[in-house]
């Protein structure tokens, strides 16, 4: 069971370090023109910042479970963090992948 646990955070984190890393190459090639399409697809961009400020809520939200697992020693905590930390991390994949199809020139 280890290894796919392994091969699901190795994933998720190539994941979540190509597509910020291609955004941002994006943007120092294209800025004013990747900006401009950032701002002429205003319903397209909002949907993403709202997907955007749910993964903050859910940030802050496993923050506050972190900070309960170093007071409380309760094994619900640690299985409520990993599925919080998984969507998180899937809702970041699909906010940086919307946006790098946005910007994509």
């Not at 392994?6 to 190509?18: S, T």
């Not at 800025?31 to 401009?36: R, S, W, Y």
């Not at 496993?62 to 697992?69: A, H, M, R, T």
Request: proline share 1%; net charge positive.
């Amino acid at each position: 069971m280890n290894i796919y646990n392994a091969l699901i955070n190795f994933i998720l984190f190539g994941l979540m370090f190509i597509f910020p890393l291609m955004i941002y190459l994006n943007l120092r090639k294209y800025k004013t023109a990747a900006l401009g399409r950032l701002f002429s697809n205003k319903s397209q961009t909002i949907r993403v910042f709202q997907f955007f400020a749910v993964a903050m809520i859910i940030y802050s939200f496993n923050v506050f479970i972190n900070i309960l697992k170093d007071f409380y020693q309760i094994s619900l905590l640690n299985s409520l963090y990993i599925i919080t930390s998984i969507i998180l991390s899937l809702l970041l994949i699909y906010v940086f992948y919307k946006l790098y199809r946005i910007m994509k020139l």
